[in-house]
């Protein structure tokens, strides 16, 4: 298995919903992360998650909360969402960090209403 | 912090070889370049990486100078199916790790 997979592909929130984007990968890769993607726009990391621990947060809002329940799962919950933080939201894995040969998903395109 | 610059967009034609440039002036030391290709509502895909001189594999080659100022990104014949953004990437040079993404270029392959 090759790939990192994304749940859902699509997902309409209202700003007082509660929703999570789940993220799977059976590479037995130990890093994971999140991106996020405006159109047009390079991915901005989010979160960097090695060997199960927060490694990085690039001073996300608290309204963005990761979860990586166990070496190949990774949540993102969401709460109390704005409009502009509708975007494609990615999740990738590689080795380790500082292996930059990153698998990403396809990614859940979010619209906040 | 390491940044790349590279064109915003790119045309080409079936078959041609298409060459992007990627420039880092402040490459560090322990940064390797990295290179994504991306289609419309889908995540990267690594096509390749190098440190120096060049590497080539089934899909791309990378060609970086003695001075690493700058790399070159090769597709060799490309089809319309190549038309997708290409994002050239370096290391932040820090402990930390992270890539840095440059704007990324848009490629046409017209037929």
């Known amino acids: 298995d090759t790939e990192v997979t994304q749940t859902p592909k699509h997902l309409v929130m209202g700003m007082t919903n509660k929703k999570s984007l789940k993220c799977e990968q059976h590479?037995?890769?130990?890093?994971m992360y999140w991106y996020k993607q405006k159109a047009k726009k390079p991915p901005e990391l989010m979160f960097v998650?090695?060997?199960?621990?927060?490694?990085i947060n690039e001073s996300v809002p608290s309204r963005f909360s990761p979860e990586c329940p166990n070496s190949s799962l990774l949540n993102l919950h969401l709460h109390a969402l704005q409009p502009e933080d509708s975007a494609l939201y990615l999740c990738a894995s590689s080795q380790d960090r500082g292996v930059y040969g990153y698998t990403f998903g396809s990614g859940t395109r979010l619209t906040v209403v | 912090l390491a940044k790349t610059t590279q064109p915003i967009s790119m045309d080409s034609y079936e078959g041609q070889e298409v060459n992007i440039t990627c420039s880092h002036n402040?490459?560090?030391?322990?940064?390797?370049i990295t290179w994504y290709q991306q289609f419309p509502s889908q995540g990267p895909r690594f096509i390749i990486q190098g440190y120096k001189t060049k590497v080539t594999n089934e899909v791309a080659s990378l060609f970086i100078p003695a001075d690493r100022k700058s790399s070159t990104l090769s597709l060799p014949r490309v089809s319309l199916s190549d038309t997708a953004v290409y994002y050239c990437l370096s290391g932040d040079g820090g402990n930390n790790r992270k890539l840095i993404w440059g704007l990324g270029t848009s490629l046409a392959v017209n037929p």
């Open positions: 402040n490459i560090a030391t322990n940064d390797y």
């Open positions: 590479m037995g890769h130990r890093a």
């Open positions: 998650y090695s060997y199960e621990k927060l490694s």
